[in-house]
């Protein structure tokens, strides 16, 4: 279990419009792009320090590469990361304010408490 | 020595600006009532006459990261430019530049970690929503320095609840210590019950009225005992995801003093939130 890296790609996905779109278009593509040349990536650091460890496991890399938010919540992706991006990603496909938040919701109806841990 | 010349407990919305300003069918039906609110509460601190904010708020991811994250961070640099292209898309929130005041931040550091807290310090901050918000709402003209003081309620592990209400009684202490003749308002913004990212989001009102309503009690009275017996960091998952952010209230009320009742105290029930505005005078209100 990788959480650290998956809330890592929401991360830096999230933060610049040009990947947010690019996720949005190519899923799949983005995930394998992001994650042989970006999740070892120091965010602090020259790029020659990158880390050497860091990859996603399987239902990670499948739940990403899919749009699967139900799995990500249920994997112990970090609530807020969660939400912001994939409201910047689907919200514009909804007619009504908050129709995307609340479809969000819905579709997590079957947790009740306690959710799924997000520490890292 | 300087003087508290307000100290505000506030919720902070980023949907404010956007109902506040919108007109004709986008305009909410909510949105007069948060108005006059809003303006009533600002009137609050504009009548405190204050020169510098201490401004306490949490990072939302923004420029403090998972591989590097402080429990407290007090910024102390000249400026602080604020708010972030994911904030800007999703509110409508608009760039700012703010002044700093890095006499009082540097005063804030010595004296905080004197008095034992560690605290992180940064010299070059872009402050979010959690502080531009309060700006937003309770001076608008952002025209007052600030020295901004970040805590973690996002990030587990994070400190607990009552590590927050002995940093507030410690600024207030620093504060009311600082060698200075400006009046300072120290103002911190949290939430009440909140789910983000869950099953319980963006319902008709808060996930936990009954949380609230007991939340809007312990603030306006300061009853530090009764919200300490309640609240842990385990406890505080179940009013909602994102209650943790009640950690900010708790920590303004260490700052008020305990069993201190606030001079005022507002609050606002809507969608999906409950908004809640409190003030103390340490002076006195004649």
Request: glycine content about 6%; hydrophobic content about 40%.
């Amino acid at each position: 279990m990788s959480k650290y890296l998956v809330d890592k790609f929401l991360f830096t996905i999230d933060r610049d419009p040009d990947l947010v779109e690019r996720y949005r278009e190519d899923p799949g593509g983005t995930v394998a792009w992001w994650e042989a040349e970006q999740a070892n990536l120091i965010l602090n650091c020259h790029g020659g320090e990158r880390s050497t460890w860091l990859s996603f496991t399987d239902s990670e890399r499948e739940a990403l590469s899919s749009h699967d938010y139900v799995t990500l919540f249920e994997l112990g992706a970090h609530n807020f990361l969660l939400l912001t991006l994939f409201i910047a990603l689907f919200e514009r496909d909804y007619a009504e304010p908050l129709a995307f938040q609340r479809e969000f919701a819905a579709r997590l109806g079957h947790w009740s408490l306690p959710y799924p841990d997000i520490s890292t | 020595m300087a003087t508290i010349a307000a100290i505000i407990a506030s919720t902070h919305h980023p949907f404010y600006l956007r109902a506040s300003t919108a007109t004709g069918e986008d305009r909410p039906p909510f949105a007069d009532e948060w108005v006059a609110k809003i303006e009533a509460f600002r009137e609050t601190l504009t009548r405190a006459r204050p020169d510098v904010l201490v401004m306490v708020g949490s990072d939302h991811f923004h420029q403090l990261w998972l591989d590097n994250m402080p429990q407290f961070l007090v910024g102390k640099a000249a400026f602080y430019d604020a708010n972030y292209y994911n904030e800007e898309r999703e509110f409508g929130l608009p760039r700012m530049t703010l002044r700093g005041n890095e006499d009082l931040s540097a005063h804030l550091l010595r004296g905080g970690i004197d008095a034992g807290f560690d605290l992180a310090f940064s010299n070059e901050l872009r402050v979010d929503h959690s502080i531009t918000c309060p700006i937003i709402t309770l001076r608008p003209q952002a025209d007052l320095p600030i020295v901004p003081v970040y805590t973690n309620i996002f990030a587990p592990p994070m400190p607990q609840p009552k590590r927050f209400v002995e940093l507030g009684q410690a600024i207030r202490a620093l504060v009311e210590s600082w060698p200075s003749d400006q009046r300072v308002a120290i103002i911190g913004t949290g939430h009440l019950s909140l789910e983000l990212g869950g099953p319980r989001q963006f319902g008709p009102h808060g996930p936990d009225p009954e949380f609230d309503r007991k939340a809007v009690a312990w603030i306006a009275s300061s009853n530090l005992d009764g919200a300490l017996a309640e609240v842990s960091l385990d406890s505080l998952w179940q009013p909602g995801n994102a209650t943790h952010g009640f950690m900010d209230f708790l920590l303004v009320m260490g700052v008020a003093g305990k069993n201190v009742k606030a001079d005022y105290a507002d609050s606002l029930d809507l969608f999906h939130t409950m908004e809640a505005y409190f003030t103390w005078y340490p002076e006195g209100t004649s």
